[in-house]
Protein backbone atom coordinates (compact mmCIF):
# COMPACT_ATOMS: atom_id res chain seq x y z
CA UNK A 1 0.00 0.00 0.00
CA UNK A 2 1.07 3.30 -0.45
CA UNK A 3 2.15 4.23 3.23
CA UNK A 4 2.37 8.11 2.81
CA UNK A 5 -0.14 10.59 4.60
CA UNK A 6 -0.84 8.08 7.56
CA UNK A 7 1.26 6.83 10.24
CA UNK A 8 1.97 3.35 9.55
CA UNK A 9 1.87 0.45 12.63
CA UNK A 10 4.77 -1.07 11.35
CA UNK A 11 6.81 1.40 11.83
CA UNK A 12 5.75 2.06 15.49
CA UNK A 13 9.02 3.01 17.80
CA UNK A 14 11.18 3.77 14.82
CA UNK A 15 13.00 7.38 14.64
CA UNK A 16 10.21 9.87 14.56
CA UNK A 17 12.19 11.79 11.72
CA UNK A 18 12.14 8.73 9.82
CA UNK A 19 8.25 8.01 10.74
CA UNK A 20 7.57 12.01 9.16
CA UNK A 21 9.11 11.43 6.17
CA UNK A 22 7.36 8.11 5.34
CA UNK A 23 4.10 10.42 6.32
CA UNK A 24 5.40 12.82 3.60
CA UNK A 25 5.57 10.07 0.93
CA UNK A 26 9.81 11.22 0.83
CA UNK A 27 12.08 9.78 -2.01
CA UNK A 28 13.84 7.14 -0.83
CA UNK A 29 17.89 7.38 -0.99
CA UNK A 30 18.46 3.59 -1.10
CA UNK A 31 15.82 2.14 -3.06
CA UNK A 32 16.02 -1.86 -3.07
CA UNK A 33 18.75 -3.99 -5.46
CA UNK A 34 17.55 -7.15 -7.20
CA UNK A 35 18.68 -9.43 -4.29
CA UNK A 36 16.74 -7.40 -1.67
CA UNK A 37 13.72 -7.05 -3.77
CA UNK A 38 14.10 -11.27 -4.43
CA UNK A 39 14.07 -10.99 -0.62
CA UNK A 40 10.67 -8.84 -0.53
CA UNK A 41 8.75 -11.26 -2.59
CA UNK A 42 9.88 -14.10 -0.46
CA UNK A 43 8.31 -12.13 2.33
CA UNK A 44 5.32 -11.92 0.50
CA UNK A 45 4.92 -15.40 -0.65
CA UNK A 46 5.62 -16.67 2.55
CA UNK A 47 2.50 -14.54 4.05
CA UNK A 48 0.81 -15.79 1.16
CA UNK A 49 1.27 -19.69 2.09
CA UNK A 50 0.31 -19.19 5.68
CA UNK A 51 -2.64 -16.97 5.09
CA UNK A 52 -4.06 -19.58 2.51
CA UNK A 53 -3.46 -22.81 5.37
CA UNK A 54 -4.89 -20.98 7.88
CA UNK A 55 -7.71 -20.07 5.95
CA UNK A 56 -8.32 -23.17 4.66
CA UNK A 57 -7.65 -24.85 8.85
CA UNK A 58 -10.64 -22.51 9.78
CA UNK A 59 -7.78 -20.67 12.47
CA UNK A 60 -8.42 -17.90 11.23
CA UNK A 61 -11.28 -15.89 9.72
CA UNK A 62 -9.88 -13.02 7.51
CA UNK A 63 -6.75 -11.82 6.46
CA UNK A 64 -5.02 -8.23 5.15
CA UNK A 65 -7.38 -6.35 7.80
CA UNK A 66 -6.34 -2.95 7.55
CA UNK A 67 -7.01 -0.49 10.70
CA UNK A 68 -7.57 2.85 9.72
CA UNK A 69 -7.90 5.62 12.96
CA UNK A 70 -8.49 8.87 10.47
CA UNK A 71 -7.94 11.25 13.72
CA UNK A 72 -5.10 10.36 14.64
CA UNK A 73 -3.58 10.18 10.93
CA UNK A 74 -2.82 6.20 12.20
CA UNK A 75 -3.01 3.06 9.21
CA UNK A 76 -2.41 -0.49 9.83
CA UNK A 77 -2.79 -3.60 8.07
CA UNK A 78 -2.56 -7.08 9.92
CA UNK A 79 -1.99 -10.03 8.25
CA UNK A 80 -5.25 -11.95 9.87
CA UNK A 81 -7.32 -12.33 12.75
CA UNK A 82 -9.74 -14.65 13.72
CA UNK A 83 -11.99 -15.58 17.09
CA UNK A 84 -10.56 -18.46 19.88
CA UNK A 85 -12.79 -21.42 19.29
CA UNK A 86 -14.70 -22.13 22.34
CA UNK A 87 -13.25 -25.32 23.05
CA UNK A 88 -9.63 -24.05 23.56
CA UNK A 89 -8.01 -25.47 26.39
CA UNK A 90 -6.87 -21.76 27.79
CA UNK A 91 -10.92 -21.49 28.80
CA UNK A 92 -10.02 -17.63 29.32
CA UNK A 93 -9.84 -17.27 26.25
CA UNK A 94 -12.50 -18.22 24.42
CA UNK A 95 -14.75 -16.92 22.18
CA UNK A 96 -12.13 -14.13 22.42
CA UNK A 97 -11.07 -11.79 18.97
CA UNK A 98 -7.29 -12.02 18.01
CA UNK A 99 -5.00 -10.36 15.55
CA UNK A 100 -2.29 -12.18 13.99
CA UNK A 101 0.53 -11.46 12.42
CA UNK A 102 3.52 -13.53 10.86
CA UNK A 103 7.41 -12.53 10.53
CA UNK A 104 10.26 -14.14 8.71
CA UNK A 105 13.24 -13.98 10.16
CA UNK A 106 16.80 -16.04 9.43
CA UNK A 107 18.03 -18.77 11.29
CA UNK A 108 20.84 -16.34 13.41
CA UNK A 109 18.09 -14.09 14.45
CA UNK A 110 15.43 -17.36 14.93
CA UNK A 111 17.76 -18.66 17.48
CA UNK A 112 18.35 -15.67 19.47
CA UNK A 113 14.27 -15.17 18.93
CA UNK A 114 13.39 -16.63 22.51
CA UNK A 115 10.78 -13.47 23.35
CA UNK A 116 9.44 -10.91 20.77
CA UNK A 117 11.17 -8.41 20.06
CA UNK A 118 10.54 -4.50 21.17
CA UNK A 119 9.84 -3.60 17.48
CA UNK A 120 7.05 -6.54 17.07
CA UNK A 121 5.49 -5.74 20.61
CA UNK A 122 5.47 -1.84 19.21
CA UNK A 123 3.45 -2.74 16.30
CA UNK A 124 1.38 -5.32 18.15
CA UNK A 125 0.24 -2.85 21.03
CA UNK A 126 -0.47 -0.30 17.89
CA UNK A 127 -3.17 -2.73 16.59
CA UNK A 128 -4.31 -3.06 20.29
CA UNK A 129 -4.76 0.77 20.59
CA UNK A 130 -6.65 1.35 17.11
CA UNK A 131 -8.17 -2.49 16.34
CA UNK A 132 -9.10 -3.43 20.28
CA UNK A 133 -8.60 -6.74 19.99
CA UNK A 134 -8.56 -8.89 22.88
CA UNK A 135 -5.40 -10.95 22.00
CA UNK A 136 -2.65 -10.99 19.73
CA UNK A 137 -1.31 -14.16 17.98
CA UNK A 138 2.49 -13.37 16.53
CA UNK A 139 4.10 -16.07 14.54
CA UNK A 140 8.25 -15.63 13.52
CA UNK A 141 8.96 -18.43 10.96
CA UNK A 142 12.83 -19.45 10.22
CA UNK A 143 13.10 -18.70 6.39
CA UNK A 144 15.62 -21.37 6.16
CA UNK A 145 14.40 -24.49 7.37
CA UNK A 146 10.57 -23.35 8.01
CA UNK A 147 10.44 -24.26 11.99
CA UNK A 148 8.04 -21.53 13.45
CA UNK A 149 7.48 -20.17 17.03
CA UNK A 150 4.31 -18.97 18.02
CA UNK A 151 3.57 -16.06 21.01
CA UNK A 152 0.06 -15.34 22.45
CA UNK A 153 -0.04 -11.59 23.27
CA UNK A 154 -2.27 -10.09 25.67
CA UNK A 155 -2.92 -6.71 25.69
CA UNK A 156 -0.18 -4.09 28.13
CA UNK A 157 -1.38 -1.20 29.30
CA UNK A 158 1.87 0.70 29.41
CA UNK A 159 2.94 -0.15 26.10
CA UNK A 160 -0.28 1.08 24.52
CA UNK A 161 -0.09 3.62 26.27
CA UNK A 162 3.52 4.57 25.37
CA UNK A 163 2.21 3.83 21.24
CA UNK A 164 -1.04 6.33 22.16
CA UNK A 165 1.86 9.33 23.67
CA UNK A 166 3.69 8.07 19.94
CA UNK A 167 0.48 8.80 18.30
CA UNK A 168 -0.39 12.39 19.83
CA UNK A 169 2.98 13.29 19.37
CA UNK A 170 3.33 12.52 15.35
CA UNK A 171 0.40 14.08 15.06
CA UNK A 172 1.01 17.45 16.68
CA UNK A 173 4.61 17.33 14.11
CA UNK A 174 1.85 16.70 11.11
CA UNK A 175 -0.32 19.53 12.39
CA UNK A 176 2.62 22.17 13.25
CA UNK A 177 4.70 20.08 9.90
CA UNK A 178 7.21 20.62 12.16
CA UNK A 179 10.02 18.12 10.61
CA UNK A 180 11.96 16.45 13.65
CA UNK A 181 15.70 17.07 13.99
CA UNK A 182 17.84 14.19 12.97
CA UNK A 183 19.14 11.69 15.24
CA UNK A 184 23.03 12.26 16.61
CA UNK A 185 23.73 8.45 15.48
CA UNK A 186 22.73 9.96 12.05
CA UNK A 187 24.50 12.69 12.61
CA UNK A 188 27.70 11.73 12.64
CA UNK A 189 26.95 8.28 11.01
CA UNK A 190 27.38 5.73 14.37
CA UNK A 191 23.75 4.70 14.39
CA UNK A 192 23.50 1.40 13.35
CA UNK A 193 20.57 2.10 11.04
CA UNK A 194 22.68 4.34 8.96
CA UNK A 195 25.81 2.02 8.84
CA UNK A 196 23.94 -0.44 7.29
CA UNK A 197 21.45 1.42 5.19
CA UNK A 198 18.65 -0.17 6.70
CA UNK A 199 16.87 3.64 6.78
CA UNK A 200 15.25 4.05 3.47
CA UNK A 201 16.20 7.82 3.91
CA UNK A 202 19.78 7.78 5.21
CA UNK A 203 23.03 8.39 2.87
CA UNK A 204 24.63 11.06 2.34
CA UNK A 205 22.60 12.86 0.09
CA UNK A 206 19.34 11.45 1.24
CA UNK A 207 16.40 13.16 2.02
CA UNK A 208 16.90 13.18 6.08
CA UNK A 209 20.19 15.08 5.62
CA UNK A 210 19.03 17.05 2.89
CA UNK A 211 16.34 18.61 4.07
CA UNK A 212 15.67 20.95 7.05
CA UNK A 213 12.52 21.98 7.27
CA UNK A 214 8.64 20.40 6.48
CA UNK A 215 8.45 22.52 3.15
CA UNK A 216 11.84 21.19 1.77
CA UNK A 217 10.47 17.63 2.07
Known amino acids: RDRSGSFS?????QCPRRQVLEYLGAPVSNPPDPQTQQIFFDGTWRHLRWQATLLQAGIID???ITLPWEAMRSMGSMDGAGEVPEDHPVERWRGMEFGWELKGVNTFQYKKMLEPPDKFLNQINRYFLSGGFDLFVLVAEDKNGQEWREWVIEPDPERIEAQRQELVMLNELATTRTLPVMKPGCVDHTDPD???GLCPYSGNGGTCV?????EDV
Not at 9 to 13: C, K, P, Q
Not at 210 to 214: E, G, V
Open 210 to 214: SADTW
Open 194 to 196: WKK
Open 62 to 64: SVE
Open 9 to 13: SSASG
